[in-house]
Structure formats: structure tokens, C-alpha cells
């Protein structure tokens, strides 16, 4: 039997509109559009091919079926799935939890503001990683995008990814 392999830059955006098809973002604009805009902001940095396919694919892992287990089988080169994983909040939640247990077993009583700075902590140590969030952060952050969420949804944001970027940047 022949497996496919997404080895190309343009072999992983057909797999990340395959993905995603379907999906439409809060505007109710297609969903793809976000990751190829994040794709585009990391092309703009130079960055190279394995963390454009990471921009691409940032949100297949929380948002469709797929796991990372399944891109690697796929073919997707293994540093943009390590990005992809550390972008996953769910995944970098299990790995708190469970490198917390070990250090003293306070994994469960963690609060989110715990979780959120664990999250980008692990995320500045990868500059691919910080790279792709910056960019996705940028991309959320556009007035014209906000514009179409609730003023207490916009504060949310606004706050969340303003804290996030003292993080990431500090």
C-alpha cells in the first residue's frame, strides 16, 4: 500500500485545508484563512519551512480530529509537530499536570493563571514555537477581527493575550 507522505510546504497547507474544512471562525469567515494569515506572518520573519508548516497546521491538534501522532505518521516533519504540540493548550496542560504530580503532586490544585504561564513559559524555550504564537496572538489581535466579538469577549482578549505577550517576550 502507497501512504502519502506531506513533506512540502504545499503538501501540509492541502492537509491543513482538508482539516478544516468546513470550519468557519467566529466572523463566520472561513477557518483556514487564520492559520495561512499565521503561515504568512512567519514566511514574513524568513522563518524556516518546518515552522511555516507548524503556522499552517497550529490549530489542527485542538481544533479537528487530528492528533500529533497522526502528523507524524503522515509525514510532517518532527520540529513543526513538537511546535504544534507546545501550541496546544490541551496538550501542554496534560504535560503540566503531569510534570507538576512528580515534582510534589499539586498538579490538580493548579489554578488557570498557572496553567497559562506554564503555557508560554514552554513556548518562549522553542523559537519556532514563540514564532508561530507570536504570530497566531498577532493575527487574533487585529481590530477587524475583534471588532466582530462582544466588548466583554474584546476586554477578554485584549487582557489575555496582553499578559501572554509579557510572557512570551519577558
Not at 487564520?34 to 508548516?53: E, F, I, L, T
Not at 496546544?88 to 503532586?105: E, K, M, P
Amino acid at each position: 500500500t502507497m501512504t502519502q507522505k506531506f513533506k512540502t510546504l504545499a503538501d501540509i497547507i492541502a492537509l491543513a485545508e482538508f482539516a478544516h474544512r468546513n470550519q468557519t471562525d467566529q466572523a463566520g469567515m472561513p477557518y483556514i484563512d487564520h492559520p495561512r494569515r499565521v503561515m504568512q506572518a512567519v514566511q514574513a520573519q524568513n522563518a524556516p519551512p518546518y515552522v511555516q508548516m507548524a503556522a499552517i497546521l497550529h490549530d489542527v491538534t485542538e481544533d479537528t480530529a487530528f492528533t500529533c501522532d497522526m502528523l507524524l505518521a503522515l509525514g510532517v516533519p518532527e520540529p513543526a509537530v513538537e511546535i504544534i504540540r507546545l501550541v496546544d493548550r490541551d496538550a501542554s496542560q496534560t504535560l503540566a499536570i503531569g510534570i507538576l504530580q512528580n515534582a510534589g503532586g499539586k498538579g490538580n490544585k493548579l489554578s488557570q493563571d498557572d496553567y497559562d504561564t506554564f503555557y508560554y513559559e514552554c513556548i518562549r524555550e522553542n523559537p519556532g514555537a514563540l514564532m508561530v504564537k507570536l504570530a497566531d496572538i498577532g493575527d487574533n489581535t487585529q481590530e477587524y477581527r475583534l471588532a466582530y466579538l462582544s466588548e466583554a469577549r474584546q476586554t477578554h482578549l485584549r487582557n489575555k493575550y496582553d499578559k501572554a505577550k509579557k510572557i512570551l517576550l519577558g
